[in-house]
């Protein structure tokens, strides 16, 4: 058979996050498989892209994304997000159930799994709603949404509030063996809060948000998926006290995995003061000491993985005071870039394991296959280069929104392709 | 004259030279409010809107009054203020401002931020007059002035702040403008009051007034809002005010002077009784008087803000500079 | 000039001040801050009697009323200037209503100080009458004002600069033009 495709990646630097190694070499591709691996490949009629001093990881996953359709196509679509989702560097993203109508019936499953396929770029996991419409009272039909395709199930958006049926929706899960994202906040302690309660929320006379409204949920959660012998997930870490009963926790031996997102190391509560709501999100921005027990924690394993929470949402929507604006800031296009000055630069992480965070790490978490680059495969590979410094252009984002606090600003490294089986994408 | 800023959004953006060329143009300005006819030409010409959000009558009018001292005409925006009936968003609103070029906008709102916001999207200056519990500039310059006038001195002054703290815009801006002054500052209130980490802006915590307030020289004593007691934040205003309340028991066992303040309105035999009013401490009606003309010094600072395209070339140095 | 002839020249002013005016019973004199102030304060001191002369108001015993006014809220060009002009506050400590008021100011020039000065004046009352004072005319008006009263006419360009120095404010005295 003729090959349609042939595609040489030359004299980059491969990043194996599996088994802890990197090193400098071509790939080929050939009608989207790998078919070789090693130095110097030469194959007639091949298209050549040179990427010297680049490196090749496996496509990033997001655990953590909110895109919107249905319901909302006016801030996102399955297309754009998996498109942006491509921008960042992540060929799997994980889409949470709080659209309109929430993910919790099969057909909206099917629906998604659908636009996905259609829109051809990243491929779109869908987690199902924990209960029936999110409303955190009835355990809603795992089974059939297992059936449909969900990968996980969680109420995000919303916590589970009520402990008798956060415990049900663990142990109902284990049927099915099914991993419960948990969006940790006590609404009564939470109260209408716009921001970290703190010195800062002082400052400004805005509403805070005591860091004990997630890490009391967290506790609780952990507590509940121990004694169930269930697959817990923390959703968004963003406080020092959650990192601690985490930490201790899995001292423990209690089988549980977290996430943090990137704003939750590179802003504080102290970039709320210029009223600009697109730092306003939920769990809030926190103190320097948080942001630096959660890089720790990233660097010592306490958190497992890197998570985007991208949140797109309407500029009308958040162009209003900043008690009144939707939480949320949009995320994928930025992630890479973030976590990669704020950790590997600042030596938290090594690159090798930082990599593994948007990776292995997500893949294990969700029982998927380990991200490995190996002859046979299907091709799944990220581009990037982490000499460059670049400028975030409002007029190129490529989300459908444009509520991101980094617009304007330098950020170093960056994603430049994305190869999906026989599909090349340049950004 | 420097003045470092184009708006007024905050005590926050002052500095201490800002706060005391304020001062010192209030005192003009009273001045001229004690003349046959007192008003001045200064601002003939501009425009200035009051945007109230939140309903109040005596800010509103104070800044109405301050604008027609001044010669500029003073209009308010109508504006809905039921979260029923919308309305316009601000945003909205601050296009339809910036279209009828306004020269300034006096703005209160329930919202942290909101005065930020317009400052950000329009051309003329913006005057903060309370937004949500952020700041309420003009009164803490005024309660400055009024202290100025009184006692005249700052450096060492010990101020305290009585009452609800965590829900004051007037606390939190008083705190600002006394200490950027060199004063010292002690809160009291209930706990479940108080704002988290207030004690990093350099203030001493009490949660009880009567040792206290025989240490300072002056007392601010704010509105208890009477529906934080249906929000649970404290028992009952009987409690409230026999913890709390500036009562003619405690006026009684005063020993050393003492200055007493309010910002107003007062809930009389909540946290003020009304022999303070007849008592010779009160200055709570100065503060009335003093916010006029401290609101002429503000418009007039604000409002003289030129954009330098419109500056006419010099004309051989002499209009009139005498300086 | 030099500190002689100004002496000399207010000593001529406060003359024709009082023989047009014939009395010294009606007249107030307002200076405009600043060095217009301390002029009139100087008319005013050559023009009071000694202290043992009777008045027959009675009130003010120790000589005419001397009061300075800030014409900056007044000014009509406050949306011109780079700085916010300083506000120095005026004092009028009498009552005007009825009275002669003569307005004294260091240096006539464009006349708009001048036009400021008199609304300022009369939101305190309604004089008798206004008559202008000035050390010196330089020329180039730009609105319909003259004085009454004249030190020293000069014929100046436009770009020229006239500084008057006068001892209370400046420690020197004396008034020099310097050509740009």
């Given at each position: 058979m003729i090959p349609k495709s042939k595609l040489t990646l030359a004299g980059g630097i491969i990043i194996d996050p599996v088994n802890k190694n990197q090193y400098q070499s071509d790939i080929y591709i050939e009608d989207g498989i790998i078919k070789k691996i090693g130095k110097n490949i030469k194959v007639k009629d091949a298209k050549i892209i040179a990427i010297k001093d680049k490196y090749i990881a496996p496509g990033f996953i997001d655990l953590h994304a909110h895109l919107?359709?249905?319901?909302r196509e006016d801030e996102e679509t399955i297309k754009t997000g998996a498109y942006a989702a491509l921008a960042g560097g992540f060929t799997k993203v994980c889409c949470m159930p709080n659209t309109e109508p929430p993910i919790d019936n099969e057909g909206v499953v099917k629906f998604i799994l659908q636009e996905s396929a259609r829109a051809g770029y990243a491929l779109v996991l869908p987690i199902g709603a924990a209960t029936k419409g999110r409303r955190g009272e009835e355990i809603s039909e795992i089974g059939n949404l297992v059936n449909a395709g969900i990968v996980a199930v969680s109420d995000d958006g919303n916590p589970i509030s009520n402990p008798f049926v956060m415990r049900r929706v663990l142990e109902y899960s284990k049927i099915f063996n099914q991993l419960v994202i948990s969006h940790c906040e006590v609404k009564t302690l939470s109260a209408?809060?716009?921001?970290?309660?703190g010195i800062v929320s002082t400052r400004l006379g805005l509403r805070g948000i005591p860091d004990i409204a997630e890490s009391a949920m967290v506790y609780e959660h952990i507590l509940l998926a121990d004694y169930t012998k269930s697959q817990l997930h923390v959703a968004h870490v963003s406080t020092k006290k959650s990192v601690e009963i985490i930490r201790w926790a899995k001292q423990q031996g209690i089988d549980i995995t977290c996430e943090t997102c990137p704003h939750y190391f590179s802003?504080?509560?102290?970039?709320?003061s210029t009223f600009?709501?697109?730092?306003?999100v939920n769990p809030p921005l926190r103190t320097k000491t948080d942001v630096e027990a959660i890089k720790e924690a990233l660097a010592d394993g306490t958190i497992d993985a890197l998570a985007t929470d991208h949140a797109p949402h309407l500029a009308s929507e958040k162009e209003v005071e900043f008690d009144l604006a939707p939480f949320g800031m949009i995320g994928l296009e930025t992630a890479f870039s973030l976590g990669y000055e704020e950790l590997v630069m600042k030596r938290y992480l090594d690159l090798i394991d930082y990599i593994a965070k948007l990776t292995v790490e997500p893949a294990r978490i969700l029982k998927l296959e380990p991200p490995l680059i190996t002859i046979g495969k299907p091709a799944n590979l990220v581009i990037f280069d982490t000499k460059i410094k670049w400028i975030y252009p409002k007029e190129s984002i490529?989300?459908?929104?444009?509520?991101?606090?980094?617009?304007?600003k330098e950020l170093k490294g960056k994603v430049l392709r994305v190869v999906m089986g026989e599909q090349l994408f340049e950004f | 004259m420097k003045f470092s800023q184009k708006h007024l959004l905050g005590i926050a953006e002052l500095s201490k030279s800002d706060i005391l060329t304020i001062l010192d143009l209030t005192e003009n300005f009273r001045q001229v409010l004690d003349?046959?006819?007192?008003?001045?030409?200064?601002?003939?010409g501009k425009t200035i809107v009051n945007l109230f959000f939140e309903p109040s009558t005596r800010t509103a009018t104070s800044f109405a009054i301050a604008a027609k001292r001044l010669s500029a005409d003073s209009v308010s925006f109508a504006v809905k203020s039921s979260s029923v009936t919308k309305g316009e968003t601000l945003l909205d609103t601050a296009k339809n401002i910036e279209a009828m070029k306004v020269g300034g906008v006096v703005i209160r709102s329930s919202y942290p931020g909101a005065a930020h916001f317009l400052a950000q999207r329009l051309d003329g200056f913006v005057v903060n007059a309370g937004d949500g519990a952020h700041e309420h500039p003009t009164q803490a310059l005024s309660d400055v002035y009024t202290i100025k006038e009184h006692i005249?001195?700052?450096?060492?002054l010990k101020v305290l702040i009585v009452g609800d703290?965590?829900?004051s815009r007037v606390a939190r801006s008083d705190i600002l403008a006394f200490s950027k002054l060199g004063a010292k500052i002690a809160i009291c209130g209930p706990p479940t009051l108080m704002p988290i980490g207030?004690?990093?802006?350099g203030c001493e915590i009490f949660y009880k007034l009567d040792h206290i307030l025989t240490e300072v020289d002056v007392v601010q004593v704010l509105r208890l809002q009477l529906e934080r007691q249906q929000a649970g934040l404290f028992p009952s205003i009987r409690e409230y005010r026999s913890l709390y309340g500036l009562t003619k028991e405690r006026l009684a066992k005063l020993k050393k002077p003492l200055t007493i303040m309010h910002p107003g309105p007062i809930n009389w035999g909540v946290e003020?009784?009304?022999?303070v009013s007849v008592?010779?401490?009160?200055?709570i009606l100065e503060q009335v008087k003093n916010g006029v003309a401290l609101r002429m010094a503000v418009l007039y600072l604000l409002a003289g803000?030129?954009?330098?395209?419109s500056m006419r070339p010099d004309s051989g140095g002499e209009i009139d500079t005498k300086e | 000039m030099n500190a002689c002839e100004i002496k000399r020249t207010l000593n001529r002013i406060a003359a024709e001040i009082k023989k047009r005016n014939k009395?010294?019973?009606e007249l107030v004199f307002i200076g405009i801050k600043r060095r217009g102030a301390t002029l009139a304060q100087r008319l005013a001191k050559i023009l009071s009697p000694p202290p043992t002369s009777p008045y027959?108001?009675?009130?003010?015993?120790?000589g005419v009323p001397v009061g300075a006014i800030d014409i900056t809220l007044y000014r009509d060009d406050l949306q011109l200037v780079a700085e916010i002009p300083i506000v120095r506050g005026s004092e009028i400590?009498?009552?005007?209503?009825d009275k002669i008021v003569i307005l004294v100011d260091d240096v006539l020039f464009t006349g708009r100080t001048i036009r400021a000065a008199l609304a300022e004046i009369v939101d305190f009352g309604r004089p008798k009458a206004i008559q202008l004072a000035v050390l010196i005319d330089r020329g180039h008006r730009e609105l319909p004002i003259a004085a009454d009263y004249i030190g020293k006419k000069i014929k100046t360009k436009k770009e020229d600069l006239v500084d008057i120095f006068v001892t209370e404010e400046d420690n020197k005295e004396g008034v020099f033009i310097s050509r740009r």
């Amino acid at each position: 058979m003729i090959p349609k495709s042939k595609l040489t990646l030359a004299g980059g630097i491969i990043i194996d996050p599996v088994n802890k190694n990197q090193y400098q070499s071509d790939i080929y591709i050939e009608d989207g498989i790998i078919k070789k691996i090693g130095k110097n490949i030469k194959v007639k009629d091949a298209k050549i892209i040179a990427i010297k001093d680049k490196y090749i990881a496996p496509g990033f996953i997001d655990l953590h994304a909110h895109l919107r359709e249905p319901g909302r196509e006016d801030e996102e679509t399955i297309k754009t997000g998996a498109y942006a989702a491509l921008a960042g560097g992540f060929t799997k993203v994980c889409c949470m159930p709080n659209t309109e109508p929430p993910i919790d019936n099969e057909g909206v499953v099917k629906f998604i799994l659908q636009e996905s396929a259609r829109a051809g770029y990243a491929l779109v996991l869908p987690i199902g709603a924990a209960t029936k419409g999110r409303r955190g009272e009835e355990i809603s039909e795992i089974g059939n949404l297992v059936n449909a395709g969900i990968v996980a199930v969680s109420d995000d958006g919303n916590p589970i509030s009520n402990p008798f049926v956060m415990r049900r929706v663990l142990e109902y899960s284990k049927i099915f063996n099914q991993l419960v994202i948990s969006h940790c906040e006590v609404k009564t302690l939470s109260a209408n809060g716009v921001m970290n309660e703190g010195i800062v929320s002082t400052r400004l006379g805005l509403r805070g948000i005591p860091d004990i409204a997630e890490s009391a949920m967290v506790y609780e959660h952990i507590l509940l998926a121990d004694y169930t012998k269930s697959q817990l997930h923390v959703a968004h870490v963003s406080t020092k006290k959650s990192v601690e009963i985490i930490r201790w926790a899995k001292q423990q031996g209690i089988d549980i995995t977290c996430e943090t997102c990137p704003h939750y190391f590179s802003l504080t509560d102290e970039a709320c003061s210029t009223f600009d709501t697109n730092y306003k999100v939920n769990p809030p921005l926190r103190t320097k000491t948080d942001v630096e027990a959660i890089k720790e924690a990233l660097a010592d394993g306490t958190i497992d993985a890197l998570a985007t929470d991208h949140a797109p949402h309407l500029a009308s929507e958040k162009e209003v005071e900043f008690d009144l604006a939707p939480f949320g800031m949009i995320g994928l296009e930025t992630a890479f870039s973030l976590g990669y000055e704020e950790l590997v630069m600042k030596r938290y992480l090594d690159l090798i394991d930082y990599i593994a965070k948007l990776t292995v790490e997500p893949a294990r978490i969700l029982k998927l296959e380990p991200p490995l680059i190996t002859i046979g495969k299907p091709a799944n590979l990220v581009i990037f280069d982490t000499k460059i410094k670049w400028i975030y252009p409002k007029e190129s984002i490529h989300s459908k929104s444009q509520n991101s606090p980094f617009i304007g600003k330098e950020l170093k490294g960056k994603v430049l392709r994305v190869v999906m089986g026989e599909q090349l994408f340049e950004f | 004259m420097k003045f470092s800023q184009k708006h007024l959004l905050g005590i926050a953006e002052l500095s201490k030279s800002d706060i005391l060329t304020i001062l010192d143009l209030t005192e003009n300005f009273r001045q001229v409010l004690d003349r046959p006819i007192p008003i001045v030409p200064a601002l003939r010409g501009k425009t200035i809107v009051n945007l109230f959000f939140e309903p109040s009558t005596r800010t509103a009018t104070s800044f109405a009054i301050a604008a027609k001292r001044l010669s500029a005409d003073s209009v308010s925006f109508a504006v809905k203020s039921s979260s029923v009936t919308k309305g316009e968003t601000l945003l909205d609103t601050a296009k339809n401002i910036e279209a009828m070029k306004v020269g300034g906008v006096v703005i209160r709102s329930s919202y942290p931020g909101a005065a930020h916001f317009l400052a950000q999207r329009l051309d003329g200056f913006v005057v903060n007059a309370g937004d949500g519990a952020h700041e309420h500039p003009t009164q803490a310059l005024s309660d400055v002035y009024t202290i100025k006038e009184h006692i005249r001195k700052f450096e060492g002054l010990k101020v305290l702040i009585v009452g609800d703290i965590a829900h004051s815009r007037v606390a939190r801006s008083d705190i600002l403008a006394f200490s950027k002054l060199g004063a010292k500052i002690a809160i009291c209130g209930p706990p479940t009051l108080m704002p988290i980490g207030i004690e990093q802006t350099g203030c001493e915590i009490f949660y009880k007034l009567d040792h206290i307030l025989t240490e300072v020289d002056v007392v601010q004593v704010l509105r208890l809002q009477l529906e934080r007691q249906q929000a649970g934040l404290f028992p009952s205003i009987r409690e409230y005010r026999s913890l709390y309340g500036l009562t003619k028991e405690r006026l009684a066992k005063l020993k050393k002077p003492l200055t007493i303040m309010h910002p107003g309105p007062i809930n009389w035999g909540v946290e003020l009784d009304p022999e303070v009013s007849v008592s010779p401490h009160s200055v709570i009606l100065e503060q009335v008087k003093n916010g006029v003309a401290l609101r002429m010094a503000v418009l007039y600072l604000l409002a003289g803000r030129i954009d330098p395209s419109s500056m006419r070339p010099d004309s051989g140095g002499e209009i009139d500079t005498k300086e | 000039m030099n500190a002689c002839e100004i002496k000399r020249t207010l000593n001529r002013i406060a003359a024709e001040i009082k023989k047009r005016n014939k009395t010294i019973e009606e007249l107030v004199f307002i200076g405009i801050k600043r060095r217009g102030a301390t002029l009139a304060q100087r008319l005013a001191k050559i023009l009071s009697p000694p202290p043992t002369s009777p008045y027959k108001r009675g009130r003010s015993k120790v000589g005419v009323p001397v009061g300075a006014i800030d014409i900056t809220l007044y000014r009509d060009d406050l949306q011109l200037v780079a700085e916010i002009p300083i506000v120095r506050g005026s004092e009028i400590n009498f009552d005007i209503n009825d009275k002669i008021v003569i307005l004294v100011d260091d240096v006539l020039f464009t006349g708009r100080t001048i036009r400021a000065a008199l609304a300022e004046i009369v939101d305190f009352g309604r004089p008798k009458a206004i008559q202008l004072a000035v050390l010196i005319d330089r020329g180039h008006r730009e609105l319909p004002i003259a004085a009454d009263y004249i030190g020293k006419k000069i014929k100046t360009k436009k770009e020229d600069l006239v500084d008057i120095f006068v001892t209370e404010e400046d420690n020197k005295e004396g008034v020099f033009i310097s050509r740009r």
